[in-house]
């Protein structure tokens, strides 16, 4: 869930300012436009199925130079001071071993889609990560039911959407990767419709 901090009276900050401020917190912030916004927490399906996820992708890509990312690691959004945090995220691409706090370029992020933030990762967010010249993979992960749908940019650099559901077999080109879709939903309670 996000929610805006305007509520508590915190002013616009600059990039620089929300470094700085949000080292200073207990939750996790967004921040778009000078505005920051709280991560709420998710379910325990969200949580384990982010898990799921990147340690798929750091056993995956042991040994090939490739670093996976948690929802503990920033986006920046390409040519802006715009930070969000996806559930999980992958990077190939050397600029980004220089920053510390963040991925500037990943080439795949994942997004576990709760009723409250549905919406934003389908649209707003989606459109600031496909500014991104490197991204080539978004996947949205349904928590609540096997379904995932998948925004993979072609080689014409058209974005192309594929829908998932039981009985498929995911394919992430961007990380040369192919898993059966119950691998990631294994021993969890579903709840098709179920609000999170």
């Not at 915190?10 to 080292?23: D, G, K, S, V």
């Not at 379904?147 to 077999?169: F, P, Q, R, S, V």
């Amino acid at each position: 869930m996000i929610v805006a901090k305007d509520k508590d009276n915190i002013p616009q900050l600059t990039h620089e300012e929300y470094f700085a401020w949000e080292e200073q917190q207990l939750e996790k912030h967004e921040y778009i436009n000078g505005k920051v916004y709280a991560m709420g927490g998710g379910s325990v399906n969200h949580g384990r199925i982010a898990i799921r996820f990147t340690a798929m992708f750091d056993v995956h890509l042991a040994n090939s130079g490739c670093i996976t990312g948690n929802s503990d690691i920033k986006v920046n959004i390409v040519e802006t001071n715009n930070y969000t945090y996806p559930d999980a995220s992958v990077t190939c691409d050397e600029r980004d071993k220089n920053t510390p706090n963040y991925f500037t370029y990943p080439c795949l992020i994942v997004e576990v889609l709760s009723s409250s933030t549905e919406a934003y990762d389908r649209g707003g967010k989606f459109r600031m990560y496909r500014n991104n010249p490197a991204l080539q993979d978004y996947l949205l992960v349904s928590s609540t039911s096997i379904e995932m749908d998948l925004y993979h940019k072609n080689e014409a650099g058209d974005w192309l959407i594929i829908t998932y559901k039981k009985g498929d077999t995911i394919e992430l080109k961007s990380i040369n990767l192919n898993f059966p879709i119950e691998q990631v939903y294994r021993g969890l309670t579903l709840e098709p419709g179920k609000e999170e």
